[in-house]
């Protein structure tokens, strides 16, 4: 493989929740995918600063006009502000990597972004034209395949990304993944949001509390199968900081997303040429920031033993395998490579 | 057995191929059974239009209404390891219209798919919901259309999710002779006021596509199923039948709205791949009744009357389709 010595490479994993990127410098970062601006003058007086991104935008929220630019894995359509707060996103990213973007020392840019598996062309173009003036060269892969290249996980590997926007598979035989290797399923990370907002408040209907609050508990207490601990949270219920109880709620708000996984996991299984199924089941891979619910790989796992027996891990870093799989890739195309796909 | 540098190459030439294809507007694709088979169809789609050709040059003989020719479809495709295929949304081939009267049709179940539903849909700065009004225009369409001889269904009569693939089999369960899709649109600028149908086919139109992108969201179909069935409509005489409703609909829509929305904009009839569209089996079209990003629709859209206006357009836009239908009936036998 070819090493691309001038010019510096990142991989990107941009997600509806999370972003991370690594660079070829040595630098890996996440940050919340949000972006926002201040409202008025008073609002930049105070937070000093023309644009916030990550957890300070997140913080500063009722000061901001706060976006979420990313929907379901990829560029929100069809606004402008979505368009810059993406185009903020990524040269947040880059400069948090080190790399210099305006003068004359510039770096030149490769960047390898993972997209969900089946992003529409449309989508995948828009992200693209994003990119101009931002990198100067730019591969999209879909997310699973950049996960599966970076374990090195190339042949008989079933990769399951399962973000916040999107649950994207990719079975990995040997080959570059075709359509029919791949699958992007909308049953994610937010899903298990929304659910677990019209549970609790179903339950507790006069309890108060924000998409934020719930991703909070989410990250904190998210598990299928049988709890080990009560999931205790404190709401305001008429003004009163009030402690309820949300274990039963959690656990059918993380499960919900289980069927449509193990379904379409199944049906990529049968796929495969019979005499490989058997490997591929005992290596399936969950990467993504959903995969961190505890107990997702064991009930995978029972899952797989219906077809037969089988196996799910969760890797090692899970936040950074996208990104770190892309930055692979992106060091092993050769400069010819990069030359067809510049900006 | 290709060691694992190998391997790698392999898998970059393909990224690479494959980001280039989407630059040019083809994508990367391996010669598979399934390759195969689709050629073997369109092989067989090909004769069935021959076929079709052959009888109507001998009905034009005996000084019958004449069938137009389709469009030669091309099945020639390089056998390469890397195959470039046309993207989904290129056109494969153009049929012409077909004479109704070669195909006797008449409506007798119509189903109607609110949009939306759980999840809002598009939303104005007033919080007004697309799933709210979708909702309320199919149901006062249902009981427009009891006293008709067809019998109405909806794809959902209360507000819950669900997914498109399951719209396109309950319509497609049901026997549906007509499929109505309603939604709401949200554009920029938020001046815009605009009446739209669409019926499914190719677009070039970015703006077409970003709607069809986001209309497509619920959708638990994979992009190569949308490929695959996009690639057998060609051949399909029900997309002449999708135009030809959704003419008489956009027509009827606008003639009754623009008197209480003098504002409005007739933005005709479109194609888009819509998935509710693309899977179903008989003509299919949808409806975007309004905008909510327009603050003045926004307002129009809160008053009863004027939804009843679009359910009563809509109505009359589907029985003067079925008379057409009918009319064309008689003229065949």
Redesign the interface.
């Known amino acids: 493989?070819e090493e691309s010595n001038e010019a510096l490479c990142v991989g990107i994993d941009l997600g509806t929740s999370r972003s991370s990127i690594s660079a070829s410098t040595g630098e890996r970062h996440v940050v919340d995918s949000y972006v926002g601006w201040p409202v008025d003058m008073v609002a930049r007086k105070l937070v000093k600063k023309s644009v916030l991104i990550g957890r300070e935008a997140l913080d500063n929220r009722p000061m901001l006009d706060l976006r979420r630019p990313l929907e379901?894995g990829i560029m929100k359509?069809?606004?402008?502000k979505d368009q810059e707060a993406v185009q903020e996103l990524l040269r947040h990213l880059i400069s948090l990597a080190g790399i210099k973007q305006k003068g004359k020392n510039k770096s030149r840019v490769r960047a390898v972004v993972g997209v969900p598996a089946?992003a529409?062309?449309?989508?995948?173009?828009n992200l693209?034209n994003t990119m101009d003036g931002i990198a100067d060269s730019?591969?999209?892969?879909s997310e699973p395949?950049a996960v599966a290249?970076g374990l090195?996980a190339?042949?008989h590997a079933l990769v399951i990304d399962i973000g916040a926007g999107t649950a994207d598979f990719c079975v990995m035989q040997?080959?570059?993944?075709?359509?029919?290797d791949?699958?992007?399923?909308?049953s994610a990370g937010d899903s298990v949001d929304?659910q677990l907002d019209k549970l609790v408040r179903e339950r507790h209907p006069d309890a108060q509390f924000s998409v934020h609050m719930l991703r909070e508990w989410k990250e904190k207490w998210s598990f299928v199968g049988e709890p080990k601990d009560r999931v205790m949270v404190t709401v305001p219920i008429k003004g009163k900081a009030t402690e309820i109880d949300i274990t039963q709620e959690m656990r059918s708000a993380c499960e919900s997303i289980l069927p449509?996984i193990c379904e379409t996991m199944t049906t990529l299984l049968t796929k495969v040429e019979p005499e490989f199924q058997d490997k591929v089941r005992n290596n399936v891979v969950l990467a993504g920031g959903t995969s961190l619910i505890s107990g997702l790989a064991d009930a995978v796992t029972k899952a797989l033993n219906d077809l037969g027996g089988g196996r799910a891990t969760v890797v090692t870093d899970p936040v950074f395998a996208g990104s770190d799989g892309s930055l692979a890739?992106a060091r092993?195309?050769?400069s010819s490579?990069w030359e067809?796909?510049s900006l | 057995m290709a060691t694992l540098d190998e391997t790698k190459a392999r898998l970059l030439r393909g990224a690479v191929q494959d980001n280039i294809g989407v630059v040019q507007g083809v994508r990367v694709k391996r010669v598979t059974r399934q390759t195969r088979r689709l050629k073997f169809w369109l092989s067989g789609s090909l004769v069935t239009v021959a076929l079709v050709y052959l009888t109507v040059a001998a009905d034009m003989v005996r000084g019958r209404a004449p069938l137009q020719s389709a469009a030669p479809v091309n099945v020639a495709t390089p056998i390469v390891n890397v195959e470039l295929t046309p993207e989904w949304d290129a056109p494969l081939s153009h049929p012409r219209p077909i004479d109704r009267s070669a195909i006797p049709l008449s409506v007798k179940t119509i189903v109607i798919d609110p949009g939306h539903g759980g999840e809002p849909g598009a939303t104005s700065e007033s919080g007004l919901t697309e799933k709210e009004i979708t909702l309320d225009v199919a149901l006062r369409l249902r009981r427009l259309l009891k006293e008709e001889p067809f019998e109405v269904l909806l794809t959902r009569d209360t507000d819950h999710r669900l997914s498109l693939d399951k719209r396109v089999s309950f319509a497609n369960e049901n026997k549906a002779d007509l499929f109505l899709s309603i939604h709401v649109n949200s554009m920029e600028p938020h001046t815009i006021r605009a009446l739209e149908t669409y019926y499914v086919g190719p677009t070039d139109d970015p703006t077409t596509l970003k709607l069809a992108s986001r209309e497509n969201k619920e959708s638990e179909y994979s992009l190569s199923d949308y490929k695959k069935i996009l690639e057998k409509i060609y051949v399909d005489a029900r997309r002449d039948e999708s135009r030809a409703l959704a003419k008489t609909i956009q027509s009827q829509l606008f003639h009754s709205l623009k008197t209480a929305n003098p504002e409005l904009e007739n933005r005709g009839v479109r194609t888009a791949p819509f998935v509710v569209l693309i899977g179903t089996q008989m003509p299919a079209i949808l409806v975007e009744i309004a905008c909510l990003s327009n603050d003045d629709e926004v307002d129009l859209l809160t008053k009863p009357d004027y939804r009843e206006n679009i359910a009563l357009a809509l109505a009359q836009g589907i029985r003067r389709y079925a008379h057409s239908l009918t009319l064309a009936e008689r003229k065949g036998s």
């Not at chain 1, 359509?77 to 402008?80: W, Y």
């Not at chain 1, 080959?175 to 029919?180: S, V």
């Not at chain 1, 791949?182 to 909308?186: D, G």
């Open positions: 493989m379901r359509e069809g606004s402008d089946e529409f062309r449309v989508s995948r173009q693209r730019v591969m999209l892969v395949f290249y090195e190339l042949l040997g080959r570059y993944p075709t359509e029919d791949q699958k992007t399923l909308s929304e449509p890739i092993d195309a050769s490579d067809r796909l």
